[in-house]
């Protein structure tokens, strides 16, 4: 059973640093991608980035690129989402999800998700 626990979350002041983490167990992570998606109140849930369990490859969505950075620890088995230079715009609930196969950006090519931590950045 592949289970995504999701810590890190907060109310930040913009220009504030936070990082996210995702906690993986039950996963085959060899043939594995995890992602970084994002829902504003109202709004649809959004890519933000991925990373291929290997390391070997990732990408971040524009309006993030340059102030994110995702990775990944192989020993602990968790996902990072290092987030500084923040804005009242990336105020969400962050959701970690997880798919067998490479990166994808789609909300349905994710097979796992998390529960969600708030991240609240205030102007």
């Known amino acids: 059973q592949v289970q995504l626990v999701e810590s890190g979350g907060g109310l930040v002041q913009a220009g504030g640093s936070l990082r996210l983490s995702c906690a993986a167990s039950g996963l085959t992570f060899s043939n594995s991608a995890m992602g970084w998606f994002r829902q504003a109140p109202g709004k649809e849930r959004e890519f933000v980035a991925v990373?291929?369990?290997?390391?070997?490859?990732?990408y971040l969505t524009d309006s993030v690129q340059g102030r994110f950075t995702i990775s990944r620890d192989s020993d602990k088995n968790t996902m990072y989402l290092q987030m500084n230079s923040l804005k009242p715009e990336d105020t969400a609930v962050y959701y970690c999800?997880?798919?067998?196969?490479?990166?994808?950006?789609?909300?349905?090519?994710?097979?796992?998700w998390g529960q969600g931590t708030q991240v609240t950045v205030s102007s």
């Open positions: 990373v291929t369990w290997s390391g070997s490859a990732s």
């Open positions: 999800a997880a798919r067998y196969g490479g990166l994808a950006s789609l909300v349905s090519r994710y097979n796992y």
